[in-house]
Nanobody
Framework: QLQASGGGSAQAGDSLGLSCTAS????????IGWFRQAPGKEREFVAA????????YYADSLRGRFTISRDNARNTVYLRMNNLKPEDTAIYYC???????????????????WGQGTQVTVSS
């Protein structure tokens, strides 16, 4: 139901854009988030839109470099990543949740549906 795409390889300082397209969901009624998981590390919150709310939420460490946006008509959420760093290397996942309170928006377990992930590799 969630399809992430757009990953790939990049050099440090480059930009990449990811897309997450949902099917079978009333898209605007879901909180949509991006998470990432690097090898040997826990899944980490990146950014999210709370349902029915256009205000984005970001991981503090990524604010200013990463931008989340959404197109409800296309059932798609985007993640624009600028000034990429080698530590951004990870599998990036999009996720959706129907009833996520604000205090849990950064918690992976709060989300009900997950895409398959897309690899982003940044070399120095």
């Amino acid at each position: 139901q969630l399809q992430a795409s757009g990953g790939g390889s990049a050099q440090a300082g480059d930009s990449l854009g990811l897309s997450c397209t949902a099917s079978g969901l009333a898209f605007s009624g879901y909180t949509i988030g991006w998470f990432r998981q690097a090898p040997g590390k826990e899944r980490e919150f990146v950014a999210a839109f709370k349902r029915y709310n256009s205000n984005p939420y970001y991981a503090d460490s990524l604010r200013g470099r990463f931008t989340i946006s959404r197109d409800n008509a296309r059932n798609t959420v985007y993640l624009r990543m600028n000034n990429l760093k080698p530590e951004d290397t990870a599998i990036y996942y999009c996720a959706a949740g129907a009833r996520i309170i604000t205090s849990r928006i950064r918690i992976a377990d709060a989300y009900d549906y997950w895409g398959q992930g897309t690899q982003v590799t940044v070399s120095s």
